[in-house]
Structures are given as C-alpha cells and as structure tokens.
C-alpha cells in the first residue's frame, strides 16, 4: 500500500476543500482543516484524515448542519450549555470552551455541557487547551454500540473515550487520551486498510469469538473494553457522564435515531474545569513537577502526550496513505 508526502499546508488545504464544497461555511471549514491538520501532525493518524470521508456522508446526508451555530448559555457561576443545533464539534467546541476557562478562573470549577453535536476527533485538542489555560480538565463522550460490557458479547457501549490533562507552567500540560474499549474503533479500522492484526482481547467476531483479525471486529463484530469489568465500569461513567446528565443520549438510544449515513451520530460530551489556583494550599507545579520527575526516573516511562508533542516539532510533510488522499480529492 503506497504512500505520497503532503506538507501540513497542503493537508490543511485539502480538507478545507472537501468541507467548504461539501456544505460547510468558511468557518466551520477552517475549524475543521485545523483540525486534521493538527492530527495528522502529532501523528493521531486514526482522527485525522481518515474521518474526512464519513464527515462528509454525513454533511452530504444533512445530519450535520456545516454553517450553523451552537447556542452557548451561562446557567450559573459554574455551569455552561452548549445545544450544538448538529453543528460538528470542533466548531461547538471552539465557541463554549472560553467561557468554559472564565468560569473556571473565576469560581475555581465549571463544567460545560454539550448536547446535539457531531464528535469524532480526538478529545486530547479540548483538554489540551484548557490545561495551556492552567486549569485541571476532564473530557468524556459516548458515540453507537460497538463495545459490550463485561460478561456480554453485544454492544452496548461507544468506544465512550476521556481525556485527561495537567497543566503545567513553561511546560506543555500532560495529556491522556484514551477510548474505554480496549482499542478505538478508529484504530481498528485503520488496521484492517493496513492489513495489520489488532492484540488478542481487542475484541470478538460476530459469533463471540476472540480474534485478531480487526475487519472481524469492525464488520459485525464487537469491541471489549480495556481491563475487563474495570473498563466497563468506566464505559459506563461515560454513558452516565455525556448521557443523563447533560441531558443527551446514550449510546444505544444514539444509533436509535441515527441515519447510518456512516458520520458521526448526535451526541453529548461532559467537561470539567478546575483551578489548581484556587483548589492547592502549596504550590501545585512545583509539586506535581516533583511527582512526574520521579516517575520518568523510574525507566523507560513516557508521559502521557510527550509523543504527541515530540511528533508536533517536525514541521516537515507526513507520509499518507494515497488511496485516502485520492477518495479525499474525489469528494471535492
């Protein structure tokens, strides 16, 4: 399978091509280029231009609304909703996340509530920005069925991602960004293009057998979640989280009422906002800076997000798959 070299202009381009001649506003185009781009350049290969093409079949079908507005409202001193009117939520997101940090600076915590928007980027961008703010933030959203709770051979939950991050002055933040399921569903899918086997325990066939054949899991199949009933237990936080209480839906009652266009479903998320300012007696930085000090002396330890951010300082092109980049230009 081949390979061509784009710069990270020239994959900004091509997806703002494809979302502007696909119904997006100037806008919301920019919103989502920088986007790919981003991912493309910290090497989150499965969220980058590999979700063009079912960002577009569902612009195409008129699920996602590519020039609207979310509607952002102050409930209280710590609280924030965001309806997204099914706009994508890059674009939600990149509207209701500053109001999200002035609570937060102000009164110490908030949490933002998104409901009716698309999701199906990576989570680590929303987090990221808000601990480069010097706030603690949390993140969690679910999706469709595709992960079966433990004990079960049926899905039920998303693959029901969180994110993490830590802020840290005059350093990047440590970011985590990890699906519940045992592996993302993008993941897999980018395996089975490749040809590459998924980890046994990554999931079952159809027929609730285990396999390591990831078009078995991602055609019929299902995904389990990491550490057995632990991840489940966390899946279905997340359910509860970016479901009930934000007032959107679950994963199941999500695939309900989709079109199967094959694009990301409507949905909710959940963040969480905190002030280590306002929260820490001591001096958290130089604390917590101790603390990740002693774990990188303890081996080969990475931080969660140090590949990202290593990734990040290459500015030259990114080797992407050609028959991706020629289905990319063929829907402009």
Known sequence: MSNISLSLDEIFILAKNVFFKNGCDEETSNIMADLVMKAERDGSLSHGLFRVPAYVSGLKSGKINGKGNPDIKIISASVVKANGNNCLAPVVLNKSIPELIKLAKE????????????????????????????????????????????????????????????????????????????????????????????????????????????????????????????????????????????????????AEKDNNDGGPPSGGEFI?????????????????????????????VRLPGERRYKNRLDKGPRHINEDLVNKIKSLS
Request: with cysteine; glycine share 10%; aromatic share 8%.
């Open 107 to 254: 009164n110490g915590v908030a949490i933002l509530s998104i409901t009716n928007s698309h999701h199906m980027a990576a989570m680590w961008p929303e987090t990221e920005i808000i601990a480069e703010q010097g706030l603690v933030a949390i993140a969690c959203t679910s999706y469709k069925p595709a992960v079966a709770p433990a004990g079960s051979i049926k899905p039920l939950f998303g693959t029901n991602p969180i994110s993490f991050a830590w802020p840290r002055k005059n350093k990047p933040p440590v970011v985590f960004d990890m699906a519940t399921a045992s592996m993302a569903m993008g993941e897999v899918q980018v395996a089975k293009r490749e040809g590459h086997k998924v980890p046994l325990g990554t999931g079952l066939t159809k027929e609730g057998k285990d396999t390591t054949d990831p078009a078995e899991i991602a055609d019929g199949g299902v995904l389990l979640p990491f550490g057995g009933y632990k991840g489940s237990g966390i899946a279905m936080m997340v359910e509860l989280l970016a479901g009930a209480l934000v007032g959107d839906n679950f994963s199941y009652e999500t």
């Open 272 to 300: 969480l906002a905190i002030s280590p300012d306002k929260l820490s007696d001591t001096d958290w930085d130089t604390h917590s800076s101790k603390f990740f000090d002693k774990m990188k002396s303890m081996g080969d």
